[in-house]
Nanobody, 125 residues
């Protein structure tokens, strides 16, 4: 059974940088597309960034494009989200997710089969 564990969440100031990691274990060979989502209090979970199995295709929400970078190391079974120039509106619980059903990009939460427990990111102004 695939397990995803996020780490790296913290309290930071606006303009700072932050690095989130997602460690995958157990049957990771079956995962195609990996994504990062976030959920702020009282809001729906939203897509942030995604990456294909090869790492050659990356996708970003408009709100983070140019500031966040997603990468993947299939040897270490990790997915990284580099967050630069963070803003207070980036405050949320960040989740790592993987799908075994979709080879191509998908931003829909229902398309993902595995989820981590989340890591809190808080950006102060």
């Amino acid at each position: 059974q695939v397990q995803l564990v996020e780490s790296g969440g913290a309290l930071v100031q606006a303009g700072d940088s932050l690095r989130l990691s997602c460690a995958a274990s157990g049957g990771t060979f079956s995962i195609y597309f990996m994504g990062w989502f976030r959920q702020a209090p009282g809001q729906e979970r939203e897509f942030v960034a995604g990456i294909s199995r090869s790492g050659g295709n990356k996708y970003y929400a408009d709100s983070v494009k140019g500031r966040f970078t997603i990468s993947r190391d299939n040897v270490k079974n990790t997915v990284i989200l580099e967050m630069n120039s963070v803003r207070p509106e980036d405050t949320a619980v960040y989740y790592c997710a993987g799908t075994v059903r979709y080879r191509l990009a998908t931003s829909r939460t229902r398309d993902y089969d595995y989820w981590g427990q989340g890591t809190q990111v808080t950006v102060s102004s």
